[in-house]
T-cell receptor
């Protein structure tokens, strides 16, 4: 158990809908990262937050947004969902800084029908 | 060309064999991670290294910064080592990880 929690574990929804994925980092970790893992693209970095502020942005679509709240939990919002958004979404957390190990949550499996 | 290349893509071994998985990268990095992803999907961080060698139980990770290459070794492999092993690099000055496509390891009893 990494100490990172993600909810829900599974999510099935329809095209055009909007969903929210939630992540709680390990106690004391200030950075939260979101990753998408699809069958054809592998693991891709989406976005990172550090202590409430956006720190780095990767291949995140405009239909996707994220935020980190004062209690450090984070939410990833996916809207106008398409079939291709079906994937595993992982959250990871780290203490901070360039040399800290990242700890991964169990992931949320999103299926868009 | 991907920034991070892993080889082999698939690897089948017999229990007890010595396993080597390779990772090459094309950018300057501040750290390299080895991750393990089990069939259920969960990801575990095995190592984070920026130089030299690290060992944890039967797992050994090495990195050669000059050659931009890292290896993950598993000694006395066991069926429970069956998983996908993923190499990821962090470019200098950035905290985002760039991932290899993974090596699927199957260890048969």
């Amino acid at each position: 158990d990494s100490g990172v929690t993600q909810t829900p574990k599974h999510l099935i929804t329809a095209t055009g809908q909007r969903v929210t994925l939630r992540c709680s980092p390990r106690s004391g970790d200030l950075s939260v990262y979101w990753y998408q893992q699809s069958l054809d693209q592998g693991l891709q970095f989406l976005i990172q937050y550090y202590n409430g502020e956006e720190r780095a942005k990767g291949n995140i679509l405009e239909r996707f947004s994220a935020q980190q709240f004062p209690d450090l939990h984070s939410e990833l919002n996916l809207s106008s969902l398409e079939l291709g958004d079906s994937a595993l979404y992982f959250c990871a957390s780290s203490l901070a800084g360039d040399y800290n190990e990242q700890f991964f949550g169990p992931g949320t499996r999103l299926t868009v029908l | 060309k991907n920034e991070v290349e892993q080889s082999p893509q698939n690897l089948t071994a017999q229990e007890g064999e010595f396993i080597t998985i390779n990772c090459s990268y094309s950018v300057g990095i501040s750290a390299l991670h080895w991750l393990q992803q089990h069939p259920g999907g969960g990801i575990v961080s095995l190592f984070m290294l920026s130089s030299g060698k690290k060992k944890h139980g039967r797992l050994i990770a090495t990195i050669n910064i000059q050659e931009k290459h890292s290896s993950l070794h598993i000694t006395a492999s066991h069926p429970r080592d069956s998983a996908v092993y993923i190499c990821a690099v962090r470019s200098g000055g950035s905290e985002k990880l760039v991932f290899g496509k993974g090596t699927k390891l199957t260890v048969n009893p």
